[in-house]
C-alpha cells in the first residue's frame, strides 16, 4: 500500500454479502477494494466476466492485427519471423498480463500501473516513479449509452469470432499452398541487415502489436463486478483465446502467401490484400474480406477509447493533468467520466489529422506505442520482483500466481526489456526519413519533456493517488 498504517481509519458502512450487488453491481468485494485504496465508487460496475473478455478481447483484435502488422516481419525473416516471433510473443504477453493480473488483484482501480508503482515504489521515489509512468501511458497512447457498451462488446466478440471464420475458410480452401519447409525453415531477409538474428528480433514488432492492448481492463476496473477476481481472468482468458485465433491466421496466412515478393510490393500498400486476391481472384470478394477487417479494427477503437479515456480521467482524479478538476468530473446521470471520454476522442481525432499532412510526423507518435507502454508495465513488475526478492510484506488479491510468480515477474521483464530495444529499430536499410523509425528520438524527447514539467510544476500539483475516503483495511483474506 503507498500509505502509512498510521493513515488506515475505520469507516462506518455497511458492507454487503459477497454475492450481494446494488444497483451499480458493487460488491462486497469490490466496495472492500475501494475502501483499501481510499476511492469512492463514481462508476456503474457494468461489465461481468463475458462483456469484460468481450471487451478485451476485441480491443486486441490480434488476429485482425496480424494482417495489418505483418509487413516488417516478412521483410526481416519472412514467415520464420512471423511464426516463431508470435510464439515468443505470446509466451511474453502471457508472462506480463500474469504479472499485472497479481497487481490489478491487489488493486483493482482505473488507474493502473502508476497506481500500482505508488503502491510499490520506496516512499522517496513512489510520487516520482508514479509520475512517470503515467505519462508513458497516459501522454503516449463512448459518452452516450454507456450502460450498453457491454453489450456492444458482447455483440463484437461474436463478430469477432465469425469474420475469423470469414477470414480463415477462404484463405484455406481457395489458395494455392506454399511447403512446410518455407513457412518453418527458409529465413528471407529482405531488409538489408547483415545478421539473421538481428533481423528476426526486428521483425518482432509485427509480432507484438497484435498482442497491445490486454491492460485494457485493468483501467476499467472501476466498472467491472468482482473485479479483482475477474479482471485478471479476463486478461489471462483473452491472452489465451486471441492467441490461438491468431497463431491459426499467422499459419493459414503463411502458408498462403504464394509470392511473397509480389504481395510485399502490392500497389495497394497491404500485402494481405493482395494475398486474399490471389486466394479469390474475385474482387468483390477481397472488397468483402478486407470489409471485415476493417470494421473489426473500428470496433476496436471503442475498447481504446474507453480504456484510455478511464486512465486520464483516473490521473485527473489523482491531480496528475493540468485542469484535473475539469477532466475528473464523472457525469452523475450515466456515471461516466464524460469531459475525459470526449477529450480522448478529440486528441485521437487531432493525431489522425497529422497523418494528412505528414505520414512521417504520424509515424513519429504512432511508434512510441510499444516503447511506451511496455515502459509503464516493466516499472511496477520490476517494483514487485524487488518486494518480492526482499522478502517484503506484499497484501495480495484474490488472484495471484503464488511460488511461480517471482519467476513469471522475471521473464516479463526480460520479455519487455528485449521488445523495448528493438522497437527503436527501424524496419530495414536502408534508413529514409520516412523508413527512419523516430520513437528513437520522440520517446526521450516526451520523457525529458514531462520531467521538466514534473521539475517546474508536477511536483507541486501530483502527490501520488489521492485519498478520497478513509481507508479500511478489510479482515477478509485473501491468500
Request: net charge neutral.
Amino acid at each position: 500500500m503507498p500509505f502509512k498504517d498510521g493513515e488506515f481509519m475505520e469507516e462506518t458502512t455497511a458492507v454487503r454479502d459477497r454475492d450481494e450487488f446494488d444497483q451499480t453491481g458493487f460488491s462486497r468485494r469490490d466496495e472492500a477494494d475501494m475502501a483499501e485504496q481510499g476511492k469512492r465508487q463514481q462508476l456503474n460496475r457494468n461489465f461481468g466476466f463475458m462483456s469484460m473478455l468481450g471487451f478485451t478481447t476485441t480491443m486486441m483484435c490480434t488476429w485482425e492485427a496480424v494482417f495489418f502488422a505483418n509487413s516488417t516481419a516478412m521483410f526481416n525473416g519472412g514467415a520464420v519471423t512471423l511464426v516463431y516471433g508470435f510464439i515468443f510473443c505470446f509466451f511474453g504477453s502471457m508472462a506480463t498480463a500474469a504479472s499485472l493480473a497479481e497487481l490489478v488483484s491487489m488493486a483493482p482501480t482505473s488507474g493502473g500501473q502508476y497506481h500500482w508503482v505508488a503502491m510499490l515504489a520506496p516512499p522517496k521515489l513512489k510520487v516520482f516513479l508514479s509520475w512517470l509512468t503515467a505519462l508513458l501511458v497516459v501522454f503516449l497512447v463512448n459518452t452516450v449509452g454507456a450502460k450498453l457498451l457491454p453489450k456492444i462488446e458482447g455483440f463484437i466478440l461474436i463478430i469477432h469470432t465469425l469474420g475469423f471464420f470469414a477470414i480463415l475458410i477462404p484463405l484455406v480452401f481457395l489458395a494455392p499452398h506454399g511447403t512446410p519447409s518455407f513457412v518453418f525453415g527458409t529465413f528471407i531477409n529482405a531488409a538489408g541487415w547483415n545478421n539473421n538474428g538481428l533481423a528476426w528480433f526486428v521483425g518482432l514488432i509485427s509480432t507484438n502489436l497484435p498482442f497491445i492492448g490486454y491492460d485494457g481492463p485493468c483501467h476499467m476496473a472501476e466498472e467491472v463486478q468482482n473485479a479483482s477476481t475477474i479482471v485478471p481472468w479476463c486478461m489471462i482468458c483473452t491472452i489465451l483465446l486471441n492467441g490461438i485465433l491468431g497463431f491459426a491466421i499467422v499459419l493459414a496466412f503463411c502458408f498462403c502467401v504464394g509470392d511473397l515478393e509480389g504481395a510485399l510490393t502490392s500497389p495497394t500498400g497491404y500485402d494481405f490484400i493482395e494475398v486474399f486476391h490471389n486466394a479469390t481472384n474475385s474482387n468483390a470478394a477481397t472488397s468483402v474480406m478486407t470489409s471485415v477487417l476493417i470494421t473489426l479494427v473500428i470496433c476496436a477503437s471503442f475498447g481504446f477509447l474507453a480504456s484510455s479515456s478511464r486512465q486520464t480521467w483516473a490521473f485527473a482524479r489523482d491531480k496528475g493533468l493540468p485542469f484535473s478538476d475539469y477532466l475528473a468530473y464523472v457525469n452523475k446521470r450515466a456515471a461516466i467520466p464524460l469531459r475525459s471520454i470526449v477529450f480522448c476522442g478529440v486528441v485521437t481525432a487531432l493525431i489522425g489529422l497529422i497523418n494528412v499532412g505528414s505520414t512521417v510526423a504520424f509515424n513519429a507518435i504512432v511508434s512510441l506505442t510499444i516503447a511506451g507502454l511496455f515502459m509503464s508495465y516493466m516499472i511496477p513488475i520490476t517494483l514487485l520482483i524487488i518486494k518480492r526478492c526482499k522478502g517484503d510484506y506484499i497484501r495480495w488479491g484474490p488472484w495471484r500466481l503464488g511460488p511461480t510468480g517471482l519467476y513469471i515477474n522475471i521473464i516479463s521483464v526480460c520479455f519487455l526489456t528485449i521488445s523495448i530495444i528493438f522497437s527503436f529499430f527501424p524496419p530495414g536499410l536502408p534508413v529514409t526519413a520516412v523508413t527512419m523509425n523516430w520513437s528513437v528520438v520522440v520517446f526521450p524527447a516526451v520523457v525529458i519533456f514531462g520531467l521538466i514539467f514534473y521539475a517546474v510544476r508536477g511536483n507541486k500539483i501530483y502527490h501520488g493517488p489521492v485519498v478520497e475516503r478513509p481507508i479500511i483495511i478489510t479482515d477478509e483474506p485473501h491468500r
